[in-house]
């Protein structure tokens, strides 16, 4: 009979060269006769782990964990289980015991970090990935979680320079590079060069480690002219996620004699929106839990004509997959305020305002198309809730605010709207994120306000509303919204027009500080769009003081809105059709 120990030498031997099915079996054989061999379990849940069938490992982490509680490495092995089955407070708790036992482990550290980061306990990741920081910076997910940890605090600016410090030690990783990208976004002195530099390293490191696949898709011939296009979508937002609600029209008016999309999900998350977006499309195919080759595969194999991005470099993309080619033209569009900085995307979505003609197109990969009068058509999710008595007495106190995620609150803005609360002596400001469940979001930004010369006691904090109607009547606590600046918001502009709010954008030099001049624009309210911070203080005060006019917004806003062209769901897909039409029609002529 075999030896305990033997079998585990083998099943050891076997697992470090990557065959875990058989390391599994000589574990089985072992644990038959020894069923309490803390090191066997431990190895049983680790090969399952890298064999992705989680819920069997979750019995042999806990055994290992149980039999030998002092070994750091099997509460570790545990707390990744139950993680991610997505209970994280016992994850986190038996990461803390690891950290207990391993406080010399960076690991250890990285480990209970990015499971509070996850848990959105921002200010304790963060001292915990500064506890990893301090033993090693040769780990980059040290880094890269302590920078989501400042981002999601309001800190982005402080992000930056962690990842921009993390890629001086550890240059061209890719998550550091794709950082980088994202949080330049995020800057407000960064120039339009420095965005461009940004994503383009981020895009020539992506394709250098990108090869094409021999498996072509064959060049359309101007007999295809004329047909039927196949359109895919690939997205982690196919949910109750702001996305969809700018996805859902081109499905929902989509005429399926012209085109037939395709949406690729890349998030195992579903909801009713999700099975709303489904029944709209004609295929939906879920790729999260498959490699970017296999995902390109599958879409060759459905004979895609266009495969459209809508997520960029946001988290969970799988913007990627545009570098495997997988259809004859790529293109991305709506999720992301900037080009990929990849050569091998041939498109990207925008319009004249967002993107005007010259220097914009200097500063994008892909060629620009220009989807005007707007690049966005928007349609709530459900009904919204009715809107509020619009008259606005004298004696009530002007309250100004904003819904944009806290990591959008740069200094130089919230000097801005500290201005305007000096100017208005009795005004309120209310500001609602999901980051304000964690107290170091919340001190950040009261410390941001306090700092700029106004009692944070004049500040009302919300917390996420996940009901979306309530989330809606939320803007009732608003009488002007106010656009955050270099990062503008779409959602959140268009959810306070729906709600008869007027929002004041700050107008910028690039897509991510225009998006709220398009919208503006398209809505038919250009006269709140301000070109200067001086200029957004005096119109946000000149609202403010205009009760008449105030009440008359609140009275005309919204249906000024479900008028407008944002709003125009056939005209929209119209537009998008003929836009994606052209370039096919481009394609299948070209030259061969």
């Known amino acids: 009979m075999t030896s305990p120990e033997t079998l585990y030498q083998k099943a050891v031997q076997t697992a470090n060269q990557g065959n875990y099915e058989l390391a599994q079996i000589f574990l089985r054989e072992l644990l038959s006769a020894h069923p309490h061999v803390a090191k066997a379990h431990h190895l049983m849940a680790t090969t399952m782990m890298k ?5 069997k490992a979750l019995p042999h982490a806990r055994l290992a964990a149980q039999l030998q509680p002092t070994n750091a490495a099997s509460r570790w092995v545990l707390g990744i289980c139950l993680s991610n089955g997505g209970d994280l407070v016992n994850a986190i708790r038996e990461f803390r ?67 921009q410090a993390q890629n001086a030690r550890t240059p061209n990783e890719i998550p550091i590079l794709a950082m980088i990208a994202i949080l330049s976004l995020y800057k407000t002195d960064a120039t339009n060069e420095d965005l461009r530099l940004a994503h383009v390293e981020l895009g020539r490191r992506v394709e250098a480690t990108t090869p094409l696949s021999p ?15 196949r359109v895919g979508f690939i997205s982690p937002d196919l949910y109750g996620h702001s996305v969809s609600r700018f996805l859902e029209p081109i499905l929902r008016h989509c005429d399926r004699t012209k085109l037939v999309p395709a949406l690729y999900s890349c ?135 904003t819904f944009n995620s806290a990591a959008k609150f740069s200094p130089f803005i919230v000097g801005v709207w500290a201005r305007i609360l000096k100017e208005m002596p009795e005004s309120k400001l209310v500001l609602k994120s999901y980051q304000f469940s964690d107290e170091m979001a919340r001190k950040h930004v009261l410390g941001l306000i306090e700092k700029n010369g106004v009692d944070p006691a004049r500040v009302e904090l919300l917390l996420q509303i996940p009901q ?88 005309t806003l919204r249906a000024q809105m479900e008028s407008s062209v944002l709003m125009d769901g056939p005209g929209f897909f119209a537009r998008f059709e003929k836009l994606l039409r052209d370039v096919w029609r481009a394609k299948c002529l070209a030259p061969r």
């Not at 064999?51 to 819920?55: S, V």
């Not at 991005?309 to 033209?329: E, F, K, V």
């Not at 998006?515 to 503006?520: F, M, P, Q, R």
């Open 51 to 55: 064999m992705g069938t989680l819920d």
């Open 97 to 163: 015991a690891g950290c207990e036992l391993s406080p010399n482990d960076p690991q250890a550290w990285n480990n209970l970090g990015q499971s509070m980061l996850e848990a959105r306990q921002y200010s304790q990741a963060e001292t915990a990935l500064r506890r990893g920081l301090a033993l090693t910076t040769s780990i980059p997910q040290l880094s890269i979680g302590l920078a989501w940890a400042l981002f999601h605090s309001g800190r982005a600016e402080e992000a930056l320079a962690v990842a």
């Open 215 to 229: 498996i072509r898709v064959p060049d359309p011939t101007p007999a295809d002219v004329d047909r039927t296009l």
């Open 267 to 401: 998030y195992h998350l579903r909801d009713e929106i999700s099975g709303r977006l489904e029944s709209m499309c004609g295929l939906w195919c879920d790729v999260f839990k498959i490699g970017d080759q296999m995902a390109a595969g599958e879409m060759r194999r459905h004979g895609l004509d266009i495969v459209i991005d809508l997520a960029g470099h946001t988290p969970l993309n799988r913007s990627t997959l545009l570098c495997h080619r997988p259809a004859p033209i790529t293109m991305t569009y709506l999720g992301y305020p900037h080009s990929t900085g990849y050569t091998r995307a041939d498109y990207r979505i925008v319009d004249s305002i967002t993107d005007p003609p010259g220097e914009s197109d200097l500063c994008s990969t892909e060629k620009l198309l220009r989807l005007d009068p707007c690049f966005l058509c928007f349609v709530p999710p459900f009904e919204p809730p009715e809107l509020p008595d619009p008259v606005l007495e004298d004696s009530t106190p002007i309250t100004f605010g």
């Open 468 to 555: 979306t109607n309530e989330h809606l009547r939320a803007y009732h606590k608003m009488h002007i919204a106010l656009d955050a600046f270099p990062y503008h918001g779409t959602t959140t502009t268009c959810e306070a027009l729906l709600m008869g709010v007027p929002v004041i954008t700050l107008a910028g030099d690039s897509h991510r500080s225009r998006v709220g001049v398009s919208l503006l624009n398209a809505v038919g309210m250009p006269e709140l769009i301000a070109q200067s911070a001086d200029e957004y203080v005096h119109k946000a005060v000149a609202l403010a003081r205009d009760r008449a006019r105030l009440t008359q917004y609140r009275r």
